[in-house]
Nanobody, 117 residues
Framework: QVQLVESGGGLVQPGGSLRLSCVASRSSFSMYDLAWYRQAPGKQRELVARIITGGRTDYADSVKGRFTISRDNAKNTLYLQMNSLKPEDTAVYYC???????????WGQGTQVTVSS
C-alpha cells in the first residue's frame, strides 16, 4: 500500500504561480509512473501531466508551456510547477501513482487550487 499526500494548493491570482508536491509513503518510488489529474466542479477528472519511470513527460494541451511535472525519486516526491495560471485551472488536483509491472495504482486525497482575482 502506498499513501500519497499532496500539498501546495491555494488561492492565487490569474497569472500567478504555484508548486504542488506529492510525497509517497514508501520507497521504490522510482518503480512508479506518476501523474497529476484535476477535477473541476461539475466536470470529469482529467489528466494534467504524467511522468514515467524513464523520465518522459506528457501534458494536456491546455497546460503545455505553462506547467512542468518533475520527480525526485530520492525524496519520494512528485512536483507540478504551475505558471501563468488561469481561472480555468481552478480544480482539485490529485496525485496518481501506478506500479510499472504490477499495475497497482494509488490516488492522493487532492489539493484545491483556486485561480481568481
Amino acid at each position: 500500500q502506498v499513501q500519497l499526500v499532496e500539498s501546495g494548493g491555494g488561492l492565487v491570482q490569474p497569472g500567478g504561480s504555484l508548486r504542488l508536491s506529492c510525497v509517497a509513503s514508501r520507497s521504490s518510488f522510482s518503480m512508479y509512473d506518476l501523474a497529476w489529474y484535476r477535477q473541476a466542479p461539475g466536470k470529469q477528472r482529467e489528466l494534467v501531466a504524467r511522468i514515467i519511470t524513464g523520465g518522459r513527460t506528457d501534458y494536456a494541451d491546455s497546460v503545455k508551456g505553462r506547467f512542468t511535472i518533475s520527480r525526485d525519486n530520492a525524496k519520494n516526491t512528485l512536483y507540478l510547477q504551475m505558471n501563468s495560471l488561469k481561472p480555468e485551472d481552478t480544480a482539485v488536483y490529485y496525485c496518481y501513482a501506478v506500479h510499472t509491472w504490477s499495475r497497482s495504482d494509488y490516488w492522493g486525497q487532492g489539493t484545491q487550487v483556486t485561480v481568481s482575482s
